[in-house]
């Protein structure tokens, strides 16, 4: 089949996700190639959404691949797993060296790891690139994270960064993330901080809702009020919007909603990487957690005609109170930042990355789910020093903790006395209170491994020796062959 090629790029995957950013790089001028496997979608999309556009219609991976100009550039919007790796297979025969095969979905990095080695060893090139933002953002400005094969870069950057959501300055909130699965990877950590983030905001609803006993539009006002100022983001926003929406009835539609979170799966991905590198990521650990016990509708609903909790009931200022919320939740979201940026730092130290930690917080600026005031603080923080060990030793972040330390602390007691379970505050300042403690009792969990499994330890007063104690006089002084810290 001769075809004069014509297509900047090809997007396989029609879902709304994939509509979306077709539409989003035919308003900024690229000529794109529509391809569905079911390819009566193909038809009804450039019948309905695409009419007028220069979107073009393929109707087999044959026909897509002869469409596009050289190097021929595919961008795969479908379902995560198997379907990647069943489409780059459908592909290869039709590609040629050179040619570039880009997976835009929510996938494990270890499996764009593992697919970019694939598809090099094949003479092609790979990126794998998160994509935030939703629906919406996909449509006007997503937050886009592109790595994989660096030499694919400059073939595909002008398109990606057209089609990204710009920040004040007109900077695209996309930006090369690094070799193998790292853009991938920040997409992950970027859903974890995300899950943070949602999970802290509904523990300051349930404080207002519950301690309080404020209404949902009561807490929508509060909520405008507070993306206002240092809390202004996205999630802020729109929780606002959420407590405001009235259902037929005239009362709150957030009050008919079953307690019940639903989860993907990256913020679980997100916490069993940070236990793999050995990163305290506890914020994010107790935000997926949370979700788990929501799940537990039933049985929560029988445990709570049984086991009791106390009564407290709020007696004090509550304009004060909200905003000693409001303080917590903002000092709690500097510790879920933090914890992200350390897995990061430690991510790229195992996988031999070189990311560029203010570059991702611009990423994050605008278009995507986490986007807010807040990350031009990382940037600056990054910018000013690029090997900066933790968010917490810059001195706006010192100083801001320092600020809203004390309300942070008495809201987290209040939801203690009160039986308003905090998860993701309590932890964040539990981090923050172990991370500040030079001398920890791990001195002593040191010498009960030793006591029962002769694991050896290591003295103050004697710094690089490893010890064994034969800590009853029955043992021996064999010890175990490893000492790990």
Known sequence: ???????????????????????????????????????????????????????????????????????????LMIKAGDAIDDAIEELLPHLEKGDIIIDGGNTLFTDTIRREKYVTSKGLLYIGTGVSGGEEGARRGPSIMPGGSPEAWPHVKDIFQSIAAKVDDGSPCCEWVGEGGAGHYVKMVHNGIEYGDMQLIGEAYQLMRDYLGMSAGEMSDIFAEWNKGELDSYLIEITKDILAFKDEDGQALVDKILDVAGQKGTGKWTVVNSAELGQPVTLISEAVYARCVSSFKDQRVNASKILIGPSTKFSGDKAEFIEQIRQALYASKMISYTQGYMLMRAAAEEYGWNLNYGGIALMWRGGCIIRSRFLSKIKDAFDQDKDLANLLLDPFFTSAIEQNQQSWRSVIASAVQSGIPVPAMSSALSFFDGYRTASLPANLLQAQRDYFGAHTYERIDKPGEVFHTNWTGRGGTTSSSSYNV
Do not use: W
């Open 1 to 75: 089949m001769n075809i004069e090629p014509t297509a900047d790029i090809g997007v396989m995957g029609l879902a709304v996700m994939g509509q979306n950013l077709i539409l989003n790089m035919n308003d900024h001028g690229f000529v794109v190639a529509a391809y569905n496997r079911t390819t009566s979608k193909v038809d009804d999309f450039i019948n309905n959404e695409a009419k007028g556009t220069q979107v073009v219609g393929a109707y087999s991976i044959e026909e897509l691949a002869s469409m596009l100009k050289r190097p021929r550039r595919v961008m």
